[in-house]
């Protein structure tokens, strides 16, 4: 729910408050959250695993949880706009997303 607030107050659409429990794009922040979460710990179990004797272990798992988490959302948010919607995200979305679900993935 955080996010798609975070989401609504950078588009300036605040009028959308009044029906965001009833509205289908929180769905979609939701299972993109979900997304988002369940790669980075997913990701964390894979490297905690693997590489257990580096030095700047904490450094490079932010990067790379960060960043794997921050390409399934895009992915996932490029797949639901050309599949449920019905035409491509704008860069400016796209990149939009990336930034909010990559400072929620540095969170």
Known sequence: MLVYLIILLIQNNIEQLGTLFSNQEVYVSIVLSLISFESMR???VLFKRQFL????????????????SVVMVLIAITQYYKWIIGFDISP????????????????
């Open 53 to 68: 004797l580096l030095k700047n272990k904490a450094i490079i798992e932010i990067l790379i949880t960060s960043t794997i």
């Open 42 to 44: 997913l990701t964390i």
């Open 92 to 107: 400016r979305e796209l990149l939009l997303f990336g930034v909010i679900f990559g400072l929620t993935a540095l969170l």
